[in-house]
Structure formats: C-alpha cells, structure tokens
C-alpha cells in the first residue's frame, strides 16, 4: 500500500521563488520543457524547471511594465546607469556601501534633477498642480483630510512622504497588505466603491514592483555574500 505524503512533506522550493503558497499544473511541449531545463542548469548552484519557468513569467510582466512606465523615468533610469559606470570602476561591486561612491553619485543624480528642472517657478515659490488641487477639494470630511493637506503643502512635504512611505513598506511588505485590507473595509461607506476598486488596484500594482525590488535585493545580497572576502 502506498505511503500518504504528509502535509507540507516533499521537497521544498529553493530559488527567488522559495515561498510559494499556491499550485498550479501546466502541460507544455516537450521541447520547450527541454529548454527550461537547459536553463535551469545554467543557474549558479542549478535551478528547477519550476524556478526557471516562474523567473521567466515573471521577466514577461517585468518587461509589460517597463513598457508601460513613463518615458522620462525611464530617460533618467538609463541616465543614473551610464553616471554609474562613470563613478563605479568595474566590476561594481558593493558601491552602495562606500562613502565616497555613494556620495559621488548622490551629487551626479541630484545635480541631473537640477538640470532637468522645468522653468517657470523659483525654488520654493510652485504651485500646486490642478490634479492634486482637484484631490483636496472632493477630500474635505475624509479621514485622511488632514493628511492630504500635510502633503499638499510643498514638494519637499510631499516628496518625504513618499519616500518615507515607500521605503516602509518596501521594508515591511505587511504594511500594503494591510492597507489594501482596510480600504476594501472601508468600501461603501468612507470609499464608494468605485473609488475603492480603483485605488485597491493602484496599491496591488504597488505590491508588484515592491515584490520585485526585494528579490532584486535578495539577489544582491545573495551575490554579496558569495564575494565575501573576495580580493579584486
């Protein structure tokens, strides 16, 4: 008689893909399967095909989103690439913790904002976009009435709230899925629930790219650890 797994027995998932709660059973060409394999292996320490085939569903969606993001970020993005390869000697290896490198290249992303800076206002004399004026009228009598005119106040306002928001839960991934809980909480009577909906899947969508970002940082880590100690 056949021996009954155990709950939670068998061998357990390794790879950026390590936690993984739900199941999903694919049938797919045997040639293409075989090219997964021959992927998998090409991974430092091996992979699985599951590995593979979730790092490469996950590079198409990465690559939607790249699609998708805005053309100037994505002018910056590439810009912050070449000023680093001007500052970091290769290969670029735990620059983010060196004083001076880290320093150096603050200066080059700050003084690229600076140049880029669009006319029409001194420095602590613009006006709050129409968009977010538009926000804090229909905000009046809302829960996070106060919060929104805390932000609106100035740029320097706004733009530590985000930072400091975005580095919260990009360091607690807890702290998007509670939002996003007491949103649909609050569905139908402080939110209507098209409002709802609509920020639920801006907060989703941010969930995405902080998922990414931490096994980006994962990654690094990883890689880090391996060149511990390492002479160049």
Not at 16 to 33: A, I, Y
Not at 121 to 144: C, H, M, Y
Request: aromatic content about 10%; overall charge positive; proline content about 5%.
């Amino acid at each position: 008689m056949a021996r009954k797994r155990v709950a939670g027995g068998g061998r357990k998932p390794r790879g950026p893909f390590s936690q993984l709660t739900t199941s999903f059973t694919v049938r797919m060409p045997n040639d293409l399967r075989k090219k997964l394999e021959r992927a998998a292996k090409k991974r430092p320490g091996g992979g699985s095909v599951g590995q593979e085939l979730l790092q490469r569903l996950q590079q198409s969606f990465m690559q939607e989103n790249e699609e998708e993001r805005d053309s100037m970020l994505r002018m910056f993005d590439a810009l912050m690439d070449g000023m680093l390869g001007m500052i970091v000697p290769a290969p670029r290896q735990h620059w983010e913790k060196d004083p001076w490198l880290y320093r150096a290249f603050y200066c080059a992303v700050f003084n690229m904002f600076s140049r880029f800076r669009p006319e029409g206002a001194e420095l602590g004399q613009e006006k709050l976009p129409e968009s977010w004026r538009f926000i804090v009228a229909t905000g009046k009598n809302r829960p996070d009435e106060n919060l929104l005119a805390h932000i609106t106040q100035s740029p320097d306002a706004m733009g530590a709230f985000a930072e400091e928001n975005m580095s919260m839960m990009f360091l607690d991934q807890s702290l998007v899925r509670n939002t996003l809980n007491t949103i649909q909480a609050r569905s139908g009577t402080e939110f209507s629930a098209d409002a709802a909906k609509r920020i639920a899947a801006r907060f989703e969508d941010l969930d995405y790219v902080l998922s990414h970002a931490r096994r980006i940082m994962k990654r690094h880590t990883d890689k880090g650890a391996r060149y511990e100690g390492t002479t160049w």
